[in-house]
């Protein structure tokens, strides 16, 4: 009977062997320990600090499954970068530095006044909220700072339709600089009236 048993329990050892068998890492170079991403629970349950790498994942990012940047290989090979896996609509017009104008929280979400603020034309007022293709036509393509800072480019409707005083019978200036401001149009003030009539002098001053 103890013969009987021995070989029952040998005949267990034997079937359950191969199951409990280590199986092959799909890792070919790692030099993490597979408890640092996996968890004993659950081999698919991973939980892996980015920070260790210098690259913290924050907004849209921190959704991403791992193998949306890695090859199981090796995860040291990842494209570095923004380029890297977003496609560069820009062409290369505007820098490989996306997080410029664009953030992790979202694509379509950027400070359009921060971005002016180191440009010829910064933006205020109500040209922060002037869709950007109605002074970049070209977009995404096409390079930005090509675009005329000149107002009367845009306002060329404004300058020739108004008609109290009519701009063009009076031979206004079309730099619209000199009489109207960014933070708001009306009223103007024409800061040389003095040289056609004077109004800033004499019995008309105020």
Known sequence: MKYVLRFAMLGVLVVAGPAT???????ERLQRDC???????????????HGQTGFVLEGRHEALACLSCHTPRDFAEVARGCTGCHLDVHEV????????CHTVQSWDIFDVEAIHIHTQFPIMSRHARVDCQSCHPTLPQGNMSSVTTRCVV?????????????????????????????????????????????????????
């Open 93 to 100: 017009q505007l820098g490989v530095d996306c997080g410029r």
């Open 35 to 49: 408890e640092t991403c996996h968890r004993a629970t659950s081999f698919s349950d991973v939980v892996f600090d």
């Open 21 to 27: 068998a280590a199986t092959e890492s799909p890792h």
């Open 154 to 206: 845009c306002h060329q409707v404004d300058y020739v339709g108004t008609t109290r005083p009519s701009h063009v019978s009076s031979a206004f200036s079309t730099e619209c600089q000199e009489c109207h401001r960014m933070d708001f149009w009306r009223p103007a003030n024409m800061g040389d009236h003095d040289a056609l009539f004077p109004i800033f002098s004499g019995r008309h001053a105020g």
